[in-house]
């Protein structure tokens, strides 16, 4: 049971560079999220996907688009890179909980840096 | 707008002693609370969450309280380890399930011997 999975872990890419981060939960939650940390701020939220076959914006959704594949796995792609978008990327899960608490799950994250 | 505001950017606490971390919030619609714990380079991971229904939710060294009329929660960790040293996020959510989390700016903290 890996929780949540993400890949790569690192990555350098150069203004204008397309990239895709993956991000892949073995919990069988239903939602999943994409989040962005820079210094000094906290996690703000890029996309989430309540449910397979459904996309919707958060927080900072511009220059940023994601795929919800299936029920585990949920991609962000970055069509045309920037230097803002220098970050730290996490992925989360979650299902509504009836026996604990409803939490987020999160994966480890992807350090992206943008030249 | 930060609608969850962590205003003490760091504190640092002797081993054995208690800490509190502070979150206060602006959205009154917001009905359900979390803290997340960081270390450099993991993903933030849960630690204990409240319900708006409740004033107070303990679970071992964590107990966080919530202040509705204040906006204001609270979590306290005693007594406090080296191992607590960490950053510690606070979220909440409307809705009162986990999902689309505002967070708050982070609080790091460094216990010391």
């Known amino acids: 049971n890996a929780g949540v999975t993400q890949t790569p872990k690192f990555q350098v890419l150069k203004t204008g560079q397309s990239m895709t981060l993956q991000c892949a939960q073995d919990?069988?939650?239903?939602?999943m999220y994409w989040y962005r940390q820079d210094p000094g701020m906290g996690l703000r939220l890029i996309y989430y996907?309540?449910?397979?076959?459904?996309?919707d914006k958060g927080e900072v959704p511009n220059g940023y688009n994601v795929s919800r594949l299936n029920k585990r796995e949920f991609s962000l792609r970055l069509e045309s890179a920037a230097p803002s978008q220098t970050s730290v990327y996490f992925c989360?899960?979650?299902?509504?909980?009836?026996?604990?608490?409803?939490?987020?799950?999160f994966g480890p994250g992807t350090r992206l840096t943008v030249l | 707008d930060q609608q969850v505001k962590q205003n003490s950017p760091s504190l640092s606490v002797q081993e054995g002693r208690i800490s509190i971390l502070n979150c206060d919030y602006t959205n009154s619609m917001f009905d359900y609370f979390l803290w997340y714990k960081k270390y450099p380079a993991e993903g933030p991971t849960f630690l204990i969450s409240i319900s708006s229904i409740k004033d107070k939710n303990e679970d071992g060294r964590f107990t966080v309280f919530l202040n509705k009329s204040a906006k204001h929660l609270s979590l306290h960790i005693v007594p406090s380890q080296p191992g607590d040293s960490a950053v510690y996020f606070c979220?909440?959510?409307?809705?009162?399930?986990?999902?689309?989390?505002?967070f708050g700016t982070g609080t790091r903290l460094q216990v010391t011997l």
């Open positions: 979220a909440a959510s409307v809705g009162g399930t986990a999902s689309k989390l505002t």
């Open positions: 919990m069988n939650h239903n939602s």
């Open positions: 989360a899960s979650s299902s509504p909980s009836i026996w604990g608490a409803d939490t987020q799950y």
């Open positions: 996907s309540a449910s397979e076959g459904t996309t």
